[in-house]
């Protein structure tokens, strides 16, 4: 019975383990073609929506820009539709997904890009602070309003050494983007995360050299020298129990990140 359960506790990390390198690869070598088309069949719900952030994003002031179908190379048959929006002045869009853990399903991005393809990110519900010559990202949790305009504040910011956002007239205009952020900022921003992952692995590895240890542990005379045995397992029970906490403080962290700004002086 024992052998039964240190085995499903190897397997289990073995499996975080190998996902959490296969994430890690595919976020460092962004190898392999991505198509995108552009999918928009019209104009895109704005007061009428449904969706909470959309109708925020109206009364902000953005209007419809498009549609496009992402098909990434490690899942070609599950395409992504991201849905876009653009301000007033053109020089900021949002771009609406999915995202399941949020309250609301979805996530807003608002995007700047400059003509020395610098780039500026808003988003909501998480993401993390980034703070580069050419790259500056920051979210918030459940403000938009608030979110948007410190992505404005950080455009004017920006404005001396980068000078003005490309104004986006057209969604087909999004597609050029995609180069530019592979070669310079996509590397960045997914860092934080395969910190998280490494650590993850670690702790797996760790996990599993104790249960391998444990599994050595001849419990024939547990009878006759339960205290032995017991004293025995502690420091392999410990270790793994330590290794299960702390990838659920990582995947807590991951999915709940500090430093949102409609969480400041909160």
Known sequence: MLTLVLGMIILVLVALIVLALILIVIMRFPWGKTEVRDVTDGPLPLFNS???PIQELARLGFQSLGILEW?????RNQPSALWYYVDINGMTYAVV??????QTGLMVAFTSWFRDESLLETLMPVGETIHTPTYHAQFVKADLALGYAKHLEQIQAFAPLHGEPVVIHDVRQVMAFDQADRKWHRGRRYRRLRIILLLMSLYGLI???AALYANTIDVSGAMGNFLTISNQFLIPAGLML????GIGILAYRTINPSGALDAQGQ
Do not use: H, M, Q
């Open 50 to 52: 449904d969706e909470i």
């Open 242 to 245: 330590l290794c299960f906490v």
């Open 207 to 209: 996990g599993i050299g």
């Open 97 to 102: 997904s999915n995202f399941a853990p949020s």
């Open 71 to 75: 098909r990434y190379f490690w899942k």
